[in-house]
């Protein structure tokens, strides 16, 4: 958390204000927020005085494109949020990055736990990053039925790792992986490999369908709020959940009970009665 819902719903909600802004500050409060950057000086130097020509995203990654060739780079990390607040307004705590525009806009990143982090990269430093390694975008470049099927053959780790493995499809934390395999009756522990074509059609339209209504309602904010819209909305998804986080609850599709299962050490919702 935040996942693709999270950020593509921040993307949409700063795109405004920062593209065709120029960035007149940089504040930096906690230098671990630095730490992908090859050299933490190079972050504050590269953004000032720059525009932001475009604000894009790449799976869980918000990615800004500044007039000097640099990508600005945010990962909102476990508690990570954007806010976007007049430059006058009160710094609330863990406002670990202040962007300041020419527009009297702040681009506020509030991050409690500091797994988040920013970095304003060169081409070179941004095809040397692990973005370069993620997969397709499960939003914007979600692959064909047969190719999703193919990305799966022969694999034996459990479908709910594949789908939170970046490499392979970039977007689906583990909110949005339960999610999907609840919408396509999967069994979050079956092989990658055993999933059929069929069952491949079936969870390409899953995810489709999963993602499209996360964003409708803002994504998913959870009873923590480390999640907010940069307007300090919450995101209503949670109420709207079908698997995640409702263990012991009646399945919303078949009546059955929804459990919880560790798998590959991180928790999975499902109805065992529903998902094969």
């Not at 945010?74 to 710094?91: E, F, K």
């Not at 059955?256 to 928790?267: A, F, K, L, N, P």
Request: hydrophobic share 35%.
């Amino acid at each position: 958390m935040p996942e693709l819902p999270e950020v593509e719903t921040t993307r949409r909600s700063v795109a405004a204000a920062l593209e065709g802004s120029r960035i007149s500050q940089v504040g930096v409060a906690r230098d671990r927020m630095l730490r992908r950057q090859p050299n933490p000086a190079d972050f504050v130097r590269r953004m000032r005085n720059q525009e932001v020509v475009g604000v894009g995203r790449h799976g869980k990654f918000l990615m800004a494109n500044l007039d000097n060739d640099i990508t600005w780079v945010t990962h909102l990390g476990m508690s990570g949020r954007i806010s976007l607040v007049p430059s006058d307004a009160p710094l609330v705590a863990h406002s670990n990055v202040v962007v300041t525009l020419d527009s009297g806009i702040d681009f506020r990143f509030v991050d409690p736990r500091t797994f988040g982090f920013v970095a304003a990269y060169t081409p070179d430093e941004l095809e040397e990053s692990s973005i370069s390694q993620l997969g397709r975008d499960a939003l914007t470049d979600l692959p064909r039925s047969r190719q999703l099927h193919g990305l799966l053959a022969g694999r034996s780790a459990p479908i709910k790792a594949l789908l939170l493995d970046q490499r392979i499809l970039a977007g689906l934390g583990n909110i949005y992986a339960d999610e999907t395999l609840h919408r396509a009756k999967i069994a979050p522990h079956r092989p990658g490999g055993a999933v059929a074509s069929t069952e491949a059609t079936a969870l390409r339209r899953a995810i489709k369908e999963t993602l499209d209504h996360a964003l409708r309602y803002g994504g998913t904010s959870l009873d923590d709020l480390a999640y907010l819209l940069p307007d300090g909305r919450t995101g209503d998804y949670v109420d709207r959940l079908r698997a995640y986080g409702r263990e012991g609850e009646r399945c919303r599709r078949c009546g059955g009970t929804i459990i919880r299962e560790v798998i590959r050490q991180r928790s999975s919702f499902w109805c065992p009665q529903c998902q094969q």
